[in-house]
């Protein structure tokens, strides 16, 4: 019988584990939110993932339960632990995930670089600590957002006092020192419940309006000693996190050569899609593999340079469909993947891969492809 992965929503992340699920051989299965999500055609399941009724029924037909968000909570999977599923990344690990304050103590516990930060109940909390960064800081909901929501630069503490207002009682805010980084990176690893553990290189991301935007792999300009520094802290993380899957971590590189930890994922990401077409194994087969306990795969790139780009939705009534055979003309050597989402203005409804051994014609091509789109 095949081994049957089970995973908890059906968005775009979740879709692009089928393909090589069915390589590998692996009986994949999707618990997904509603009908006609990116991942339906693994959709076994359509329900609330909040609700541990039809989380336990979805469960008791797999091996492993992972995820294609962060968002299951933690009461349920804890319940499945108890119940004996195999659940990957854990609830011990995932809770670092689904919250950005305690995510920031458990780094700070590992010694792991990351800005100033500190916990803030009330807008008099908030103001000392600007008071003491130059009166400016990162104010963050530790729960629920995503691309940028949840996110907001401050240079008084009265900008955050709705989001204080709507904290219930006992909760607080993250606030960090605001960063003057020169660019973002992320680091991904695999790790397998046995430990065994593999790093893919460090990538920049660029970002516009909080949204991932491109990605290039390996990040141009690393010399030798960062890529070793961001690849130990990647592996540190997941080991003293106890992560099983791929784990993510997003970074800020400073003027002055820092690299501080942003936040983290515990899923493929983003950042990791350069891999579908440009490394020996992609994030998305190694989720599988270390998530179901098998040997991992070499994450070497198949050329010099890979990038990835997001294709943001335009209009509403535009077929986004339509649109891949441009694409495809526009660049044969690109590799285009849609996530079968009705485009709206701003969302992710795919991204184009291009790898080879020149950085400027490699991005010329992937832009290309993408800008089909636009
Ligand atoms: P999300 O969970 O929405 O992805 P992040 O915590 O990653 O939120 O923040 C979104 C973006 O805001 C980051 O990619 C970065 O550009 C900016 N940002 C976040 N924290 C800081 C910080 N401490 N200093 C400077 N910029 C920051």
Redo the contacts with the bound molecule.
């Keep these: 019988m095949a081994l049957r992965v089970g995973v908890i929503g059906g968005g775009q992340l979740a879709r692009m584990m089928i393909a090589p699920a069915v390589e590998l051989g692996i009986d994949i299965r999707v618990l997904a939110e509603d009908e006609g999500m990116s991942a339906q055609l693994a959709a076994t399941a359509v329900g609330d993932y909040r609700d541990l009724d039809t989380v336990r029924r979805f469960a008791a037909d797999v091996d492993v339960i992972t995820f294609d968000h962060e968002h299951v909570p933690q009461e349920v999977l804890r319940a499945l632990v108890a119940d004996g599923v195999a659940v990957h990344p854990g609830p011990d690990a995932l809770r670092f995930a689904q919250d950005?304050l305690d995510m920031r103590a458990r780094l700070a516990d590992l010694g792991a670089p990351q800005?100033d930060?500190a916990r803030v109940a009330d807008v008099g909390e908030l103001q000392t600590f600007l008071d003491a960064h130059g009166g400016r800081?990162?104010v963050?909901t530790p729960r629920g957002?995503?691309?940028?929501?949840?996110?907001r630069?401050v240079s008084a503490a009265e900008e955050a006092a709705d989001w204080f207002s709507g904290l219930a009682d006992g909760d607080a805010l993250l606030v960090?020192?605001?960063?003057?980084?020169v660019r973002?990176l992320a680091q991904q690893v695999a790790r397998r419940p046995n430990g065994e553990s593999v790093s893919y290189p460090v990538v920049e991301?660029v970002?516009k309006g909080?949204v991932c935007a491109e990605v290039i792999a390996p990040a141009p300009g690393v010399d030798a000693e960062h890529l070793a520094e961001a690849a130990r802290i990647g592996r540190e993380i997941a080991e003293g996190l106890g992560v099983t899957g791929m784990l993510a971590v997003?970074l800020?590189q400073t003027e002055d050569g820092r690299i501080l930890v942003?936040?983290l994922a515990m899923r493929p990401h983003n950042s990791g899609h350069w891999s579908q077409d440009g490394a020996v194994t992609g994030q998305f087969e190694q989720h599988l593999r270390a998530v179901a306990d098998l040997p991992l795969g070499e994450t070497t790139p198949h050329a010099d340079w890979s990038v990835m780009i997001n294709i943001l939705g335009g209009p509403a009534d535009a077929g986004m469909l339509d649109r891949v055979p441009a694409a495809l003309a526009a660049s044969p050597q690109a590799k285009v993947h849609t996530y079968g989402k009705a485009p709206r203005p701003g969302r992710k409804v795919g991204h184009v891969n291009a790898s080879g051994s020149d950085l400027d014609t490699v991005l010329a091509e992937a832009r290309a492809a993408a800008d089909a789109f636009a």
């Design positions: 950005k800005p930060w800081g990162v963050k957002g995503y691309d940028g929501k949840g996110v630069v960090e020192e605001l960063v003057p980084f973002e991301t970002q909080g997003e800020f942003n936040e």
